[in-house]
Each structure stands twice: as C-alpha cells, then as structure tokens.
C-alpha cells in the first residue's frame, strides 16, 4: 500500500512540474502574439502613410528657402477619447503637466490623427519634428505613447525655460525657442498667434467644464 501511494504521489508531482511551464509558456506565447498585433498594425500604418505621402501634390517654395513639400491631409481617424486618455494621463504624471494642457495641445497639433503629417514635416499626435524627435529619443513618432511621452517631456522643458510662462511656452513649442528668444516675447506669425490662442482656448474650456468643487 505504502509503495502504491508513493508511486501516486510522483506522479502526481511530475504533472504538477509540467503544467506550471506550460502555463508560463502560454502566457508568454500570448503576449508575443500580442505584440505581433501592435507592430503589424502599426506597420500597416506607416506604410499607408507612405503610399499617401507619395500620391499627394507638391507645393514648390521658392525664395531664400525653397522647397519641396507634400500637401497636408488626414490619413486616419482620430484615437478614441478612452483609448488616448491613459496615454495622457501617464505622460502627465511623469512630468507633472495637466492632462487638459496636453490634450489641449493634441487636439490643436493633430486633432487626435495618430499619423498626421504637416506640410513643414511635423509628425504624429503632438506634431514632433524629426529633428525635435531624434533629441528626445523618439524613435518612432508615428506610435501614439513614444509621442505624447516625447511632446509632453518637450513643452515641460520650455514651459522650465520660459519661467512657467505658458503662453511662450506654447509659442516656442510652434514656432521654435528661437524665435521667441529673439523676439524676446511671442513671435508676430499669424500661425503663430492663432495656435496659442488655439490651445489655451481648449484648456479653458475643459476646466470650465469641470464640475465645481463642493
């Protein structure tokens, strides 16, 4: 009797050492396919971008600075509110902006289109410049996180820079830091002026919508 319950008991524990790996291995095997998923996505993404980019018309700038650039369009819809909020919410807390402030600014760079591409080159949901991207170790501005985390690390550091002033802040995230030093206040562009107005008119508006505290 006593070598028949020993012999159970091996066995027993000899299925028991098995299923533990096997659910560990399906675990693993299922985050995998799922990170498949996300990069096949945005695989897809880029690439319908490209095939955009190259159909769409050519402005042709003349002057001291010319060049050539591809008209500007929506290439995608914009990320639902539920599925862009905890992007936000997470770049906001990491630097300690409001989340309305840089929802405010997505709103206005992108309204929302992950993919978006201006006609000066800007990409993605906060509007990156390859150049803006590369400094702050963006590697891909085309995926909604990396750019908000990069956008939101970028006005952070001019909002520092302008002594917490938003709108050069603001300005200089547009038109760049140098034109607002050289100006020493917010650059006389129409684009310019329209954008800060842009933004802080959405950020008053979120927190008007706030419900009052009690």
Avoid: W
């Avoid at 066995?11 to 533990?20: E, I, K, R, Y």
């Avoid at 992108?110 to 803006?132: D, W, Y």
């Amino acid at each position: 009797m006593f070598v028949r319950l020993e012999v159970v008991l091996l066995f027993l524990s000899g299925c028991a050492a098995q299923v533990v790996p096997q659910a560990a291995e399906d675990a693993r095997a299922a985050m995998e396919a799922s990170i498949a998923k996300q990069r096949a996505a945005i695989e897809v993404q880029r690439e319908a971008i490209a095939r955009h980019a190259a159909a769409l018309p050519v402005i042709t700038i003349t002057g001291p600075t010319a060049a050539v650039m591809p008209a500007a369009e929506p290439l995608c819809d914009p990320i639902q509110s539920r599925h862009i909020t905890p992007m936000v919410q997470r770049a906001a807390s990491v630097t300690g902006l409001a989340p309305d402030l840089l929802s405010a600014v997505i709103a206005t760079e992108s309204a929302g289109r992950p993919c978006a591409v201006s006609p000066k080159g800007a990409q993605g949901l906060m509007q990156l410049m390859p150049e803006t991207a590369a400094m702050l170790g963006v590697k891909d501005p085309f995926e909604p996180v990396q750019n908000i985390d990069g956008g939101a690390r970028y006005l952070s550091d001019l909002l520092e820079r302008y002594g917490g002033d938003l709108p050069l802040a603001l300005a200089a995230y547009n038109a760049g830091p140098g034109r607002v030093d050289a100006v020493r206040g917010l650059p006389p562009f129409r684009e310019t002026v329209r954008y800060v107005d842009a933004v802080l008119a959405r950020l008053e508006s979120a927190r008007s919508r706030r419900p009052a505290p009690e």
